[in-house]
Nanobody, 116 residues
Framework: QVQLVESGGGLVQPGGSLRLSCAAS????????MSWYRQAPGKERESVAA????????NYADSVKGRFTISRDNAKNTMYLQMNSLKPEDTAVYLCKVNVAYRSYWGQGTQVTVSS
């Protein structure tokens, strides 16, 4: 079965950095585009970044462009989100997502808190 497990979240000061990971299993990782989303308390879930199956194309929400970098290692079945210059408004649960056979699969999420 498809499984996605996020890790790497934590508490960081404004201006700091974190690297999130999403370990995937149960499907042919290298065949599918992947995405990062986030959800802050009281807000709707929003798309943060996406990457094609080969990693050859990426796109980002305007709010994170120039600060976040999405990448993947198909040999390790893992996707990453490098987050730099973090702001308090980046505080949220970060989730990875994949669409396989017309169904969306989500990880359990990892909490990122940006606070001094």
């Amino acid at each position: 079965q498809v499984q996605l497990v996020e890790s790497g979240g934590g508490l960081v000061q404004p201006g700091g950095s974190l690297r999130l990971s999403c370990a995937a299993s149960g499907f042919t990782f290298s065949a599918y585009s992947m995405s990062w989303y986030r959800q802050a308390p009281g807000k709707e879930r929003e798309s943060v970044a996406a990457i094609t199956n080969t990693g050859g194309s990426t796109n980002y929400a305007d709010s994170v462009k120039g600060r976040f970098t999405i990448s993947r290692d198909n040999a390790k079945n893992t996707m990453y989100l490098q987050m730099n210059s973090l702001k308090p408004e980046d505080t949220a649960v970060y989730l990875c997502k994949v669409n396989v056979a017309y169904r969306s699969y989500w990880g359990q999420g990892t909490q990122v808190t940006v606070s001094s």
